[in-house]
Every structure is written in C-alpha cells, then in structure tokens.
C-alpha cells in the first residue's frame, strides 16, 4: 500500500514511521511513505502558500494553487488514488474506517494548517475528510500519522505472522483483557492464579470475562456493537449486579 503525504513540513515525517512494526513494514515493502512538500508547488519567487481569508478574519487560508498542483502531481501517476483531507471536522477516525481504508491500494493524505484550505480544494479534489478525535491540532500531520499507523496493521504480513489486527481491542467491540508478565509477585502484588494453570480453555473464559468487565467498567458504550453470547451476557449481568471492584480509572 502507498502513501503520499502532502504537507508544509515533511521533516515531521521522517523518524516516527522509521521505527518498529511501521519501519519494518517499510523495509519489506508492504508500505511505501512518500511525502510531498507543497511549498515546491509554488510558482511565485517567494514560495507563498497562505493568504489572509476573504471576508476577514483571524488567521491565514492555504492556497488554492499549490495544493492543486501537489495533489494533482500525485495523481497524475496514479488517476485512481483517494485523496484524504486531514481535519477536525472530517468523519471521525476509527478501527472500522482503518479497515475499510486498509482495502485501498493508495491513499494521499492532505495535511491541512493555518485555518485551512481554501473550500475550493474540498470541492475539487477531496474524496473523504477525516478527524482523528474533538481536539484541535496545530496540523493534520500528526493525525495522518496515526491513520497511517493504524491503516497498515490491518496489512497482511505487517503485524507477526502470529497476529493479526482482528485480535485487537475494537475488532470485536471489547477493551483487551489485562496482561502480565514475569515476575510471579511484584511489591506484594501477584498474577492471578488461572494463568499459570496451563488449562488453557480456563484462561480464554477469564479472559473473555475481563475484557467484559472491563469494557462495562470503562466503555459501555462500544457494548452496544459487541456481539454478545447468552453466557456472556449472564456474566455482564452478573458484573453489575454484584461486582464493585475498582478498575482505576
Ligand atoms: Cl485531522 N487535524 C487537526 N488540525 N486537528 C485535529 C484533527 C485533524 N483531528 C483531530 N483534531
């Protein structure tokens, strides 16, 4: 899968991607990042790509010319990419829309600054808009790395051969289950006793049920998208009728 990033400050791009499950995959080549500055797009001596806004008002707008000219670079090479405009008041982001994207063989993703671009670029070139949550970012570079980030562990071969994004808090609607690790006991604080049990089917009910809890504890809201059994509908029953341990948050 390809990205090309249309931005004013592609340096911000160039060590977060580089590490880890994201460097990797660009190794492999199961991604390609490109970024494209748009201030060589310009035509004028002094490289302007913002303009006060017509009408007034706070702030500078991004230019109509330098953007067109950026994503139309992009997609005269390839006519049928999708290109993405980056904004709080875009749709808001989330596992589903990664993986609907994670379908798509090349996205540009149009990082916006200043109050904006110019409503001509929307009306011209842009396919989808995309909010990463309600905060306001100095730019939408961050947010296209956190699509990036989150489009290709949906990737086949990006995440272990083991793994799979399905696994993942959200696939089915529930918050992950807690983890441990060595060593058995920490400041007086253990591992509970299922897990070193080696009976493996027991571990998956507990796990399944801390995830219940869990989600019910924190995010009850996304219970309303979990597919459900009888039994783990009893269990959440259960949990509220008579569970009032403390998740800390
Ligand atoms: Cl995509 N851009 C900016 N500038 N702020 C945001 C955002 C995007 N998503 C949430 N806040």
């Known amino acids: ?71 139309e670079s992009v997609k005269s090479k390839n006519p049928s990419a999708l290109t993405i405009y980056l904004t709080p008041q875009g749709k808001p982001f989330n596992q589903d829309l990664a993986r609907r994207l994670s379908s798509q063989s090349h996205l540009i993703l149009l990082c916006g600054r200043y109050e904006g671009v110019d409503e001509r670029v929307r009306e011209l070139f842009i396919d989808e808009e995309i909010s990463i949550g309600d905060y306001v970012l100095t730019g939408g570079e961050l947010a296209a790395m956190v699509v990036i980030d989150a489009i290709s562990r949906f990737i086949p071969g990006v995440l272990g051969s083991e793994r799979s994004a399905e696994e993942d808090s959200f696939f089915n609607s529930l918050l992950e289950y807690p983890q441990y690790t060595r060593p058995f006991e920490f400041r007086g604080k253990g591992v509970p006793e299922v897990l070193l049990s080696g009976n493996h089917s027991a571990i998956s009910l507990w796990r399944r049920k801390e995830a219940l809890r869990r989600t019910l504890l ?3 809201d996304l219970l309303a998208k979990a597919l459900l059994t009888e039994e783990e509908k009893g269990f959440l029953e259960e949990i509220l009728n008579n569970d009032s341990k403390s998740d800390g948050s």
């Open 218 to 220: 924190r995010r009850p």
């Open 1 to 71: 899968m390809r990205f090309d990033i249309l931005t004013l400050f592609p340096d911000m791009f160039s060590s977060p991607l580089k590490e880890s499950i994201m460097g990797r995959a660009i190794e492999k080549g199961l991604v390609q990042i490109r970024t494209v500055n748009i201030r060589d797009f310009t035509l004028d001596k002094h490289q302007v790509v913002d303009d006060t806004p017509y009408g007034g008002g706070q702030g500078m707008v991004m230019k109509v010319e330098p953007v067109a000219r950026a994503i």
